[in-house]
């Protein structure tokens, strides 16, 4: 893979998480009629994330490593909470404090790498 490719792969993955995890966080306090557009943004976010992810793992070879499991386990979970918050407005606490929890242990498995 080019260079160009590589840094053009890791720049759309981080917008496309920077894209999921702010209509998330949004999708906590907003009101039921931004429903749809909302959902369509972070499933779009979502696959692109999930797309260019697979492709930068194409680099390593496809090698098992236990590091990207927990970080597939992280995006889908991320990646269903938008929904979730909508569905269930009381638990906005419990809900926030999940996406943090997720956010930070995927940031921690790119830079770590513990296994």
């Given at each position: 893979?080019?260079?160009?490719?590589?840094?053009?792969?890791?720049?759309?993955?981080?917008?496309?998480?920077m894209?999921?995890?702010?209509?998330?966080?949004?999708?906590?306090?907003?009101?039921?009629?931004?429903?749809?557009?909302?959902?369509?943004?972070?499933?779009?976010?979502?696959?692109?994330?999930?797309?260019?992810?697979?492709?930068?793992?194409?680099?390593?070879?496809?090698?098992p490593?236990?590091?990207?499991?927990?970080?597939?386990?992280?995006?889908?979970?991320?990646?269903?909470?938008?929904?979730?918050?909508?569905?269930?407005?009381?638990?906005?606490?419990?809900?926030?404090?999940?996406?943090?929890?997720?956010?930070?242990?995927?940031?921690?498995?790119?830079?770590?790498?513990?296994?």
């Amino acid at each position: 893979m080019y260079l160009h490719e590589s840094d053009a792969l890791h720049v759309l993955h981080v917008a496309a998480a920077m894209v999921l995890v702010g209509h998330t966080f949004y999708a906590f306090a907003a009101a039921p009629e931004t429903r749809k557009r909302v959902l369509i943004w972070t499933g779009a976010a979502s696959l692109v994330m999930l797309a260019t992810g697979l492709h930068m793992w194409h680099e390593h070879g496809y090698d098992p490593v236990g590091w990207l499991v927990v970080k597939v386990v992280c995006w889908l979970g991320l990646s269903a909470l938008a929904g979730i918050g909508y569905r269930r407005r009381g638990k906005t606490g419990l809900l926030i404090a999940v996406a943090l929890f997720l956010i930070v242990t995927a940031v921690t498995m790119v830079y770590l790498k513990p296994f």
